[in-house]
């Protein structure tokens, strides 16, 4: 059991409350971090915008460069598999690594170094990947593990740095920066297959084409890791306390409770999105036809891509209006729907490919409106500074888990049922995921307690006066 004392915060302690991230006004004032504003609060945010686009765009390029590699390097079963989940293997340890660093020394410390090894593992998986179709694909494998690795730290880095250098202590304000920098995930999963379509028109060979596309992930890394050298952290990090160990998070009943819903509902939104996202060529050319070329397939995705901007600017809005939990529990019941409308139309529509390249424009857009934004940002409202990054790392590293689920589980799925079922299949996991939200996520009011504080908050202030330091230490005491 866990015991209580005066050198842990309250809120380990089991049935405590998790801290609120509501303030007064004055509060506000003094909390607010001065430091970032202005200039700094707006490098903050397309720095962690860059690292979301980042993010969507090395995730989601395999898929069209697997098509553009398919004539030159023959594709067995596995290759198709590997590639696709060799990089959530590598992002989960990234998540769950980075995570910790980045509360162990700072979050921007800590995105430097990820970031290098996301833009490393990127530019070697274009560059260093010759010989027979086996060591190609192997070296391929290889990179885009290390390149994982990186890029999955950018998810708990980047919504923690775009929340602690918002320059506000409004719960709803935080929550809108996290989404605009989440937004450009959207347009960097488009991004690949626009790239692809340009790439087709002026390079020669699909080998100079491969290794482009590949190669062009390294790009925002480089940014990245140039805009954040020596950057100053966020007051919330430099008056977060101590560091608490993993462990002693991990055996604390109510931390796990909070997890299973800010990692658990993350889990079960990533199998229905990244198995859709990255089958989405099967899918479209299951609906077109599989003899369209590739600039056809890259037009139909970059259509079927841009339905998740509207509806992230839709989802931003509905979050700022009802807030994250109601959201989320729409959201699902909303993709159910989806799944479950195309599942039933797909085989009596599949001689009309309009009107089911509609509906699967419809499912598309449900799949960014609701849970693609909250399980994103729910961690940053949710857990206190001092494992802010830690909590987000390890729900972000289950929704990897999830992810790897969904690209193992479609395919067999398909191959054996078809399309029809695979998306009642993913309709009913949608109504899971909406039944866990419902029991695990309460109204903000509820899951953040206002009375707690004081727990991890201290005013950000400088420190050049003995009365500001006592008070430091005075709400540190307690």
């Not at 390029?61 to 590598?90: H, R, S």
């Not at 996301?118 to 070296?139: E, F, K, M, Q, R």
């Not at 080998?207 to 140039?226: D, H, K, M, T, Y």
């Not at 054996?416 to 039944?435: D, K, N, Q, R, T």
Request: charged share 15%; glycine share 10%; aromatic share 12%.
């Amino acid at each position: 059991p866990i015991v209580e004392d005066k050198k842990r915060p309250t809120w380990l302690a089991v049935g405590s409350r998790m801290p609120s991230m509501e303030y007064s006004d004055s509060e506000a004032d003094v909390k607010g971090d001065r430091r970032f504003s202005g200039e700094k609060k707006e490098k903050s945010i397309w720095v962690s915008s860059l690292s979301n686009f980042s993010v969507q765009y090395n995730f989601s390029v395999i898929a069209i460069t697997l098509k553009v590699m398919a004539d030159k390097y023959p594709q067995n079963d596995w290759v198709k598999e590997l590639l696709k989940g060799v990089v959530f293997a590598g992002a989960i340890t990234g998540q769950l690594v980075m995570g910790y660093v980045g509360d162990l020394i700072g979050r921007n410390k800590a995105l430097c170094l990820t970031v290098s090894l996301a833009g490393i593992g990127a530019l070697a998986s274009g560059l260093t990947a010759w010989g027979d179709h086996y060591a190609v694909y192997g070296v391929i494998a290889a990179t885009r593990f290390i390149f994982g690795v990186g890029v999955g730290g950018v998810y708990p880095l980047s919504a923690t740095k775009a929340a602690e250098e918002s320059g506000s202590t409004d719960v709803q304000k935080r929550n809108l920066r996290v989404s605009l920098a989440f937004f450009w995930q959207t347009p960097g999963a488009l991004f690949p297959y626009v790239f692809a379509l340009i790439l087709l028109f002026i390079l020669p060979t699909a080998e100079s084409q491969f290794r482009v596309l590949l190669a062009a992930g390294c790009i925002p890394s480089f940014f990245i890791l140039w805009a954040t050298m020596n950057e100053e952290e966020s007051s919330e990090f430099r008056n977060k306390g101590d560091q608490i160990s993993t462990m002693e998070i991990l055996r604390d009943r109510k931390m796990m409770f909070n997890l299973l819903g800010t990692g658990g509902c993350w889990m079960i939104y990533d199998i229905v999105y990244y198995g859709t996202s990255l089958f989405s060529p099967t899918i479209v050319g299951k609906i077109f036809g599989s003899g369209d070329n590739l600039v056809k397939q890259c037009w139909q995705n970059i259509v079927v891509q841009s339905a998740g901007i509207p509806a992230l600017v839709c989802g931003i809005y509905v979050q700022q209006r009802f807030g994250t939990r109601n959201l989320q529990i729409a959201g699902f019941l909303a993709i159910a729907a989806a799944f479950f409308v195309l599942g039933l139309l797909f085989d009596p529509l599949k001689d009309s490919p309009g009107p089911l390249f509609f509906f699967y424009i419809v499912l598309m857009f449900m799949l960014n409106w609701g849970p693609n934004i909250t399980t994103f940002i729910l961690p940053a409202e949710v857990y206190p500074p001092k494992v802010r990054s830690t909590m987000n790392g390890i729900s972000a590293a289950l929704g990897k888990v999830g992810a790897i689920i969904g690209t193992f589980i479609y395919q067999p799925i398909y191959d054996e049922h078809g399309i029809p079922v695979l998306m009642v299949v993913a309709g009913c996991i949608s109504l899971i995921g909406a039944a866990l939200s419902f029991w695990t996520i309460k109204p903000s009011k509820e899951h953040t307690g206002e009375d707690d504080t004081r727990e991890y908050n201290t005013v950000s202030v400088e420190d050049n006066t003995d009365e500001v330091g006592h008070l430091r230490r005075v709400v540190n005491d307690q």
